[in-house]
Nanobody, 130 residues
Framework: QGQFAESGGGSVQAGGSLRLSCTTS????????MGWFRQAPGKDRELIAT????????YVIDALQDRFDISQDRTKDTTSLQMNNLKFEDTGIYYC???????????????????????WGPGTQVTVSS
């Protein structure tokens, strides 16, 4: 059974940047849909970015695509979320998600499949102070 671990969260001031990482083990990394959810205080968990590690296509929701970027590092079996110009409303817990069956189509297809993900890790806390 594969595992994954989120890291990279922290506390930053508004306007700052953070880079989150999700490192996998026990999976064939090149055959995965991977993504990032976030849950702001008092709100539902929301899928915000996905990547198809087979083809490399990626997707970030419209509201965040000018500030956030998802990428992969096949040498480290790691998917990262680069977050720039952070705002107070980006505060929350960020969770990694993956699907080992839906890869090979597109990041948008991954998005539809990962919406049903429910095998959560502990996540990583991001706190942005204004």
């Amino acid at each position: 059974q594969g595992q994954f671990a989120e890291s990279g969260g922290g506390s930053v001031q508004a306007g700052g940047s953070l880079r989150l990482s999700c490192t996998t083990s026990g999976y064939y990394y090149r055959h995965l849909c991977m993504g990032w959810f976030r849950q702001a205080p008092g709100k539902d968990r929301e899928l915000i970015a996905t990547i198809d590690t087979a083809g490399g296509s990626d997707y970030v929701i419209d509201a965040l695509q000018d500030r956030f970027d998802i990428s992969q590092d096949r040498t480290k079996d790691t998917t990262s979320l680069q977050m720039n110009n952070l705002k107070f409303e980006d505060t929350g817990i960020y969770y990694c998600a993956l699907d080992g069956e839906s890869w090979g189509k597109s990041a948008r297809y991954c998005y539809e499949k990962l919406r049903d993900f429910n095998s959560w890790g502990p996540g990583t806390q991001v706190t942005v102070s204004s």
